[in-house]
Structures are given as C-alpha cells and as structure tokens.
C-alpha cells in the first residue's frame, strides 16, 4: 500500500498521502455556527490519518444553503471556521472547506419561505418547486459573494478551498443545457454556460492569490439525458485548469438522476473512469470519489493512473482510522461501509444529523464515549447477530469478562442474509469485519451452543444481553405446509431448487430483497458479458437483455398498496427499478386464501384470482425471538433485550442498541 501514503502537492500544499475526504453534509452545524459536534466528528477522522479533509458543504449567501450547513458567509462565521480549522490540523490532516450555491435544489421551506434562485425558472423534480430566474446583476453579486466567502475561508486559517461545480447545485445547473435557458452572456453555448463557473474560480484566485490551493469539485457524468455531454464537461475540466484551478476533485450524477451512485449496489470504484477521462486531459492532479472504502481498490486506481488521490467519505464515518489502520498495516481491521445510506443520506431527510450503521460513535463522538468499567462485569451475551456482536465489542472495549453464545457455526445472524442477493454483499463484508474484531477482541466466544438454563447456572453472569434476533413469521394460510414452499431466509441462506414460475408472498424488504436474488437466476454473470462484448459475440443491446432476463418468473404478492414501505429512503427506488428492470411482476393489494401444488389463490376486490406458481415463497415478515427472558425474570439475573429480539428493525437499529445497552453497563 506503499503508493497511498507518497506525499502529493496541490499548488504548494503538500498533502502527507493520497487519502482524500471530501465535503459532506452533516447537518452538525447550528444557524451556520460551527458547533462542538462538528469539532468532534472531524478531530476523530484527522486522528484517523486522512491527509486532507474538506469540510462543507459552506454557504457563501443565505440563499444557499439552510442553516444546518457550516456558514461562510459573514465575517461572525470566521470564528467558528477557525476553531474548525485548528481541530483538524492539530490531529495531522490539511484542512479545506468546499463553498456552494444549492440553486434550485435549495427548498423554500429551509430559506424562511424564500424562492430559491437559479439560471432559469425550470422546476426542479428534486424539490418539486420552481425557482426565480436571476438576473445578470444577481449572478455578478454571488460570484463575488464566492471570493468573499473563499477569503473568509483563507482567513480562517484553512489551507485550502474547494468549490462544487457539479450535483445539480447552481453552478452545474448553469453549465447544464436542461437548466440553463438563457438567452444572454450566460446561456446558450458551451463557452456562455461555462462563464458563471470559470467567474466564479477566477474571482476566487484573485481574492485569495495565486499561492493558496484552489479545488473544483466536477461531475464526469451528471447522468442526466440532454444533459452536458462527455465532451463538453472535459472541455470544462480543460478550461478550469487554464484559469488557474490546482486540483479536480471528479464527482457523478445529479441528486435527481436515477441511476444509482451510493448506494449498497453500486460497485467498489465503478466511477472513477471519469476521473482517468478528465486525467488524460489535465496535468492537475485528479481526485476519484464514489463508493472507494478498501485498500485495494484505492491503491490500484492511483497505480493504474484512474487518479492521483482517492476521495473516501462515507468509509470515513464508518471507520475514521482507516487510513492509519492501512498504514499500520492493519487492514483487516477495517470496517468497510457498507453504503445503505441508512444513517447517513437518509437522516438528511429526515431532518436529522448524520450517524452510522457501521459505527454507533459516528455523529455522536461528544456523548457516546465508552469509559472503563469501574468494576467490570461479568456478562453473557446471547447471539452474535449484529446486535450480539456490537454488544461484546462495546462491553469489551469497557473492560467487562464477556462471553459470547451462538448457537450457529458462524457470527453474523441476518446480516449474513442480508449479503446474498446481488449487490448487498458488503453486508457480508460487515459481518465478516465484526466476527474478525469479536475474535480478535478477547471476547471468549462459544460457538454452535445454544443457551440453556444449565449454561446461565454454570456460567453464572452478573448481566446478560438477549440479542436472540428474530424468526420468520408463518402466516395462516392453506397449503403452508406444502413441499413447494420456501421461507424466504431459508432460500436466501442455502438457495434451495425452486421451480420456473415463483410467488413471493410479501413485498417488504425482504420480500422484494429475494424476488430479485430469483429473478437474477440465469443472468449473465459480469465476466460473461465483458468476454463476449470485448470480442463482439453480441451486440450490447443483446447482452443487456441477457444481463436482466433469468430463467424465472416471479410475481410478488402484497396486500398493502405499496411494496418495499420498510427499505430507507435512498434505496428503495433502486430496488423498485431493479423489480421494472428484471420484469419481476407486482401484484399489490392482493390476499393470498391458498397455496396449491401448482398455484397460488388470491383475493382482488372480493373476487378469487389463481396464478401459477411451481415454488411459493414466504417473506410476510419477522418477529423478536426471545426465549430466555422469563428464564432470567425467574432466576433473578440482571439483563436487557437488544436487535430484533426486543424489536424487529433495521440492521442500524440492531447495532445501535447492542452498542447503547453495553456502553452503559455500571
């Protein structure tokens, strides 16, 4: 891993390795006013040895972002900046902030009622609103507003600033065709809708001198139809660096574009071609970002000349120490984020600071500290499930005697489910990362043992943990029994032989989860369609069709109206696509009365409808399993109920509460 930790220069910055965190929204900041919590969020990822982090994004008005984003905007912010700069540069990191204009993707709601502004008055599909069309006097006013705000930044003690010139945010949407309508010196051609942006970088470095490091934060693709072309954006990349931009940091996709960039199925790098596309036509250096949360894959872009830096963000949350664990040669102990979204990109619409399902710490470094056992425990936790697993971690970490029953051969319990269908596999990596940390923690582990009362009389806890998990619930249906029907985990976990026409009966998580892992059956494999599109077997139209057309047909049923209710926000519309994708038929609003050798019966509108159906598969749910707990209230033995063995939820949930019930042991 030697080539991540050579030391890189960006103008005059000298950068200690390749590891590169960008700019997110943590919705930590208080009425603009950096906070405590920021301090702590980003002191732990510079301890971590990242070797630069951009904070931000940063507001350069008032229209540009709410007031959970860190301000740049008045001189009274300048404070704030400097205690956040100072944080980050003591712990070894270089510190930069990224500025930004949301434009139209700015709701009126979190600008006091205010119209967002934007090139053009077009609506936004993100938003669902229409912003006011600014004019010439008005764009001239924000691009000063940009150098002030990079000043602010300069004089905060920052070592460098970075602009976002991409997402869908303002200055992306001027460059954009599908946004920008104008008919004046901002619109129209190539050259018109670059010059808000090019303005914008020029005043900046003119505000800030040639010597302090400008970044430019790209989209290599907005993946947007008719939107700015390949072209076009490395024309742009190519303009940026003549006007005098250090570094480009390479981004994708716009916030309304549907195809998928952070989440679970996008694959380890898949993006960062765009940043090799831009690197062959600049001498600046070249950031790639998206989905980079190993050594390897980050390691092999550099040496493969895809970039000159990585961009890890999310892996960041997860594991601030991920750079110094690599260094340390450590990197088994990473823990790999596992881009569910579910406590980063989805706490943002719901108003709420971000966290992890990774790292309970995360976005609660200030509170949720683990002290030393004043005298230490001894505990019994039972299941070593997500729950189990993060229970005896944090118990351990404490201090606490922990031992740790499960009565499978492995750790890992539904996450190991979780893993199977295609791309959710670094749900796996995440149960393969904490079974390694419990192993290596001291924690005594017995395997493939059930708890019984004579095991709690032997080992005589003083505490015990239940994260017993759950188990599939059994509907009361005719025909349940049949030999053609399957539980969902069970045709996850050991994939069993089911016939050509499939119901899956239920269409949550779970439900839609396996349909696809069916649906997938008889699609060509990854290498297939590289070989056969690399020497022209087929024509792509062709591989594509093989790629999403298996050997099954499959129909969920669902009684309620919509299906997937229970994925997170940033998913399930992947999930939705990827039913449409692979024709997999959804009937929602339907009561399946019967299951048969042959078919499936069910109710619409009162009338009976009978659909084939080879194999029949159960996915209506789970429910806690808890068997010991009138066990210990008899015996008289101190214990907490964790996961889903208190209450069925997320894998967020089941790790949270595992990390909250042994963090405060006393």
Known sequence: MKILFEPIFINKLQIKNRFYMPAMHLNMAKNYFVTDKLLAFYRERAKGGVGIITVGYATVDELSGSTGFIGAHLDEHIEGLSKLAEVIKSEGARACVQLNHAGRYMHSFMLGGKQPVAPSAIASKFTKETPRELTVEEIKGIIKKFADAAYRVKKAGFDAVEVLSGTGYLISEFLSPLTNKRDDEYGGSLENRMRFGLEVVQAIREKVGKDFPLIVRINGNDLMEGGLTKEETLTYAQRLESV????????????????????????????????????????????????????????????????????????????????????????????????????????????????????????????????????????????GGAAGMMAALTASEAGHDVTLYEKEATLGGQLNIAGVPGGREEFKVLSEDLSWQVTKSGVKLKLNTEVTEDIIEKEKPDFVILATGAVPVKPPIKGIDLPNVFDAWDVLKNNPLVGRNVVVIGGGAVGVETALFLAEKGTLPAEAVKFLLIHRVEKPEYLYELSVKGTKNVTIIEMLPEIGTNFGKSTRWVMLQDLLRHKVNVLTGKKVTEIKEKSVLFSEDGDMKEIAAD??????????????????????????????????????????SGFEAARKLT
């Open 244 to 383: 005098g931009v250090d570094a480009l940091n390479v981004n994708v996709g716009w916030h309304e574009a549907m195809i998928p960039q952070i989440v679970t199925k996008v694959p380890r790098g898949v993006y960062a071609y765009l940043a090799r596309a831009v690197k062959e036509k600049v001498s600046i250096p070249v950031i790639a970002c998206h989905r980079i949360n190993d050594p390897v894959t980050a390691e092999e872009l550099i040496a493969d000349g895809f970039c000159d830096m990585v961009s890890t963000g999310r892996a960041l949350i997860a594991d601030p120490y991920f750079p110094k664990k690599v260094f340390e040669g450590r990197e088994k102990d990473i823990i790999h984020c596992t881009a569910c979204a579910q406590g980063c990109f989805d706490n943002l619409f719901k108003m709420k600071s971000v966290e992890c399902l990774c790292n309970p710490k995360a976005g609660h470094e200030t509170e949720r500290v683990v002290q030393k056992a004043a005298k230490p425990l001894k505990l019994l936790i039972v299941g």
């Open 615 to 656: 194999s029949v598969v159960i996915a209506v749910g789970s429910k806690p399993y808890n068997p010991l707990e009138e066990l210990l209230i008899k015996k008289n033995i101190k214990y907490t109920v964790v996961g889903d063995s208190k209450k069925v939820g997320f894998a967020f949930d089941a790790i949270h």
